[in-house]
Structure formats: structure tokens, C-alpha cells
């Protein structure tokens, strides 16, 4: 699936959305909370400014049962 993710200028996801989906509406929805939740970016920056962005993000699942 793919994310895009709105990074304000502190490097905080403050918008995510679904840009290309995993096929399953409660992963995609596990992903997006758990990015605006717990991920930090590295700011866009601009002269020397960090910037609010848009990023997209790859995020790949890994689901196995031991």
C-alpha cells in the first residue's frame, strides 16, 4: 500500500491518506492511525526553512502466524 502523508514543519504526519490501498480496509486503517499516532519525519526543507510537505509512503505488511 501506499501512504501520503502532509508533514508539518516539525516533522509531525498531520494528514494521511490512502493513496494506493493494501486491499484491506481495516490494514489500511491500522496504518494510517499508526502513522499520524507514532511516526516522525525529517521536514521538507526550502532556503534553508523546513516546510510543511506531502510525502508518499510505501508500507508493506508482513502478516504470518508463528
Known amino acids: 500500500m501506499t501512504l501520503k502523508v502532509l508533514v508539518d514543519p516539525s516533522?509531525?504526519?498531520?494528514?494521511?491518506?490512502?493513496?494506493?490501498?493494501?486491499?484491506s480496509r481495516p490494514l489500511d486503517d491500522a496504518a494510517r492511525a499508526h502513522v499520524l499516532a507514532a511516526w516522525r519525519f525529517r521536514?521538507?526543507?526550502?532556503?534553508?526553512r523546513a516546510i510543511e510537505a506531502w510525502a508518499m509512503v510505501p508500507v508493506r505488511f508482513d502478516l504470518h502466524r508463528d
Do not use: H, N, Q, T
Not at 11 to 23: C, N, T
Not at 43 to 48: C, H, S, V, W
Open 11 to 23: 516533522g509531525k504526519p498531520v494528514e494521511v491518506l490512502i493513496a494506493r490501498s493494501s486491499g
Open 43 to 48: 521536514p521538507a526543507m526550502r532556503d534553508g
